[in-house]
């Protein structure tokens, strides 16, 4: 998978927000302290969802232009598999 | 904030908003926290988040209620329930008497109260400094 800012066109750093489920307490002096944070969602399923496109932020120049290229032998691999298909028939 | 399943007032459940960063290479692809010079962004914002929605909660108590009185925000670290308010909530109160009532009740207190503040200058002096 590749991601590239149709921006600036340079960059390699993208910003993407995650939803965290985290447990706190209230110290005694009122401040907070944080005990646990978990993940509500994958960033891996995220990424792959089309929506994500929205989400995504190039860090160096802050569009949200970015466009997210899989990787090609994912493609080559359902070309191959369609082939195999064809040839099943 | 205060459970009013379990009475836990110390450990409570949020979902905040934070950031991660992609950073895309030869090797693949890596997710880390966002880091700006020597500030980690990621945590930092995890923390600011947490914050404002702590605070939000204390200062609007009633509203952050649905009308299942249960905390639309908050829920409790120990069982889970919803039911997370201020201490002293609307909620609460309407267990509360008449202020009418209560003033009546309180009386004897407020009057001592009172006295106490009367006679605090009034106080014998047992001692004198040289
Ligand atoms: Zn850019
Ligand atoms: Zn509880």
């Given at each position: 998978m590749q991601i590239n800012c149709r921006?600036?066109?340079?960059?390699n750093e993208f910003l993407l927000p995650l939803w965290v489920r985290t447990t706190f307490k209230f110290n005694d002096d009122g401040s907070l302290s944080i005990l646990h944070v978990k993940p509500l969602e994958s960033l891996e399923e995220k990424l792959t969802d089309n929506h994500v496109h929205n989400e995504l932020v190039c860090?160096?120049?802050?569009?949200?232009?970015v466009e997210i290229i899989f990787n090609e032998y994912e493609e080559s691999d359902k070309t191959n598999r369609e082939l195999a298909a064809l040839e099943g028939l | 904030m205060i459970c009013w399943e379990c009475f836990n007032y110390t450990y409570f459940e949020t979902d905040v908003e934070t950031l991660k960063e992609l950073k895309t290479g030869k090797d693949g692809m890596i997710i880390q926290d966002s880091m700006f010079d020597d500030y980690n962004y990621s945590q930092g914002m995890l923390r600011d988040n947490l914050t404002d929605v702590v605070q939000y909660c204390i200062n609007q108590n009633a509203d952050v209620l649905d009308h299942n009185l249960e905390n639309r925000y908050l829920n409790c670290?120990?069982?889970?329930?919803?039911?997370?308010?201020?201490?002293?909530s609307t909620w609460t109160s309407?267990?509360?008497?008449?202020i009418e009532q209560e003033i009546l009740k309180n009386h004897q207190e407020f009057k001592e109260l009172r006295k106490e503040r009367f006679n605090a200058d009034q106080l014998p002096v047992l001692w004198k400094s040289k």
């Open positions: 921006s600036c066109g340079k960059a860090k160096s120049c802050s569009s949200n232009d | 670290a120990r069982c889970g329930s919803k039911k997370v308010t201020k201490p002293y309407r267990r509360h008497l008449p």
